[in-house]
Nanobody
Framework: VQLQASGGGLVQAGGSLTLSCMAS????????MGWYRQTPGKERELVAT??????????DYADAVKGRFIISREHGTNTVYLEMHNLSAEDTAVYYC???????????WGQGTQVTVSS
């Protein structure tokens, strides 16, 4: 599975940004896609995930982004979006797209895209 992420950049505090990630290759019908982020000196942390299996989609968010970020994907596609609103300097990080095959739980990582929020 290959992941191609895009949409990072520089935004002012309080602004919005949308990331996208497309998975290609040996993708399956049931899978999980999402985003993690990492800042220097810290571990990579979960931002949001969306599991898709048939017509079912289940989302999960880190507490720090609940109510500000929205993860979505069109049913049956392998492109995931992360809408980020009311951004703050604490959201500055490299954002990594992730794809998990299910139920085998093999994880694939995208190349990372930088999000910088200026205060």
């Amino acid at each position: 599975v290959q992941l191609q992420a895009s949409g990072g950049g520089l935004v002012q505090a309080g602004g919005s940004l949308t990331l996208s990630c497309m998975a290609s290759g040996n993708t399956g019908e049931v899978n999980m896609m999402g985003w993690y982020r990492q800042t220097p000196g810290k571990e990579r942390e979960l931002v949001a995930t969306i599991m898709q299996g048939g017509s079912v989609q289940l989302t999960d968010y880190a507490d720090a982004v609940k109510g500000r970020f929205i993860i979505s994907r069109e049913h049956g596609t392998n492109t995931v979006y992360l809408e980020m609103h009311n951004l703050s300097a604490e959201d500055t990080a490299v954002y990594y797209c992730v794809y998990d095959t299910l139920p085998s739980q093999i994880r694939y990582w995208g190349q990372g895209t930088q999000v910088t929020v200026s205060s």
